[in-house]
T-cell receptor, first 113, second 112 residues
């Protein structure tokens, strides 16, 4: 079956540096991808999303890149802050209208002051 | 708007006991979802309801039942709890035509 995986379970960065969190997906038919941030004891919170007909999408301090050739997704966080410390999940959606998301295992981002 | 709310926040059960986890959303969303999250793993879909009056199995439905009570509420029932169901349960909702799911704060369930 399809799966969404993350390359690294934990990423440690210095405050102010840029962070890059990677994600591999296996279903080339997936038409939508989304990144969530989950702080300790809370539910996942939307960060940014991208449709499969796009390569890049930018938000406030975050950028998502999609490489369909190698089925790879990345989340870039500029000028990482202590408040960015959390677990980050990528998820993919297959075509269809059920809206079901398939989640990766998550990467823990630790920001060192 | 309260968004997606879940009750209870915490629950401890003994093996064999039953309970219902409640979820409600006030965003007039059509679709609702129940996930479980285990340590070191992402969220896995238990059941979902694409619209009021319909429910379907997700990836890990065994041991659970759901009820879409109305457009706002979607409950998850454990008829006979097992230690393997110890997990954090999240409810989410989505508006038709929009892919983003909005999540509740979760229910932490321990089955002894």
């Amino acid at each position: 079956g399809e799966s969404v995986g993350l390359h690294l379970p934990t990423l440690s960065v210095q405050e102010g540096d840029n962070s890059i969190i990677n994600c591999a997906y296996s279903n080339s038919a997936s038409d939508y991808f989304i990144w969530y941030k989950q702080e300790s004891g809370k539910g996942p919170q939307f960060i940014i999303d991208i449709r499969s007909n796009m390569d890049k999408r930018q938000g406030q301090r975050v950028t998502v890149l999609l490489n369909k050739t190698v089925k790879h997704l990345s989340l870039q966080i500029a000028a990482t802050q202590p408040g960015d410390s959390a677990v980050y999940f990528c998820a993919e959606k297959n075509p269809g209208n059920t809206g079901k998301l398939i989640f990766g295992q998550g990467t823990t981002l630790q920001v060192k002051p | 708007n309260a968004g997606v709310t879940q009750t209870p926040k915490f629950q401890v059960l003994k093996t064999g006991q039953s309970m219902t986890l409640q979820c409600a959303q006030d965003m007039n969303h059509n679709s609702m979802y129940w996930y479980r999250q285990d340590p070191g793993m992402g969220l896995r879909l238990i059941y979902y309801s694409a619209s009021e009056g319909t429910t379907d199995k997700g990836e890990v439905p065994n041991g659970y039942n759901v009820s879409r009570l109305n457009k706002r509420e979607f409950s998850l029932r454990l008829e006979s709890a097992a230690p393997s169901q110890t997990s954090v349960y999240f409810c989410a909702s989505r508006l038709s035509g929009v892919n983003e799911q909005f999540f509740g704060p979760g229910t932490r369930l321990t089955v002894l």
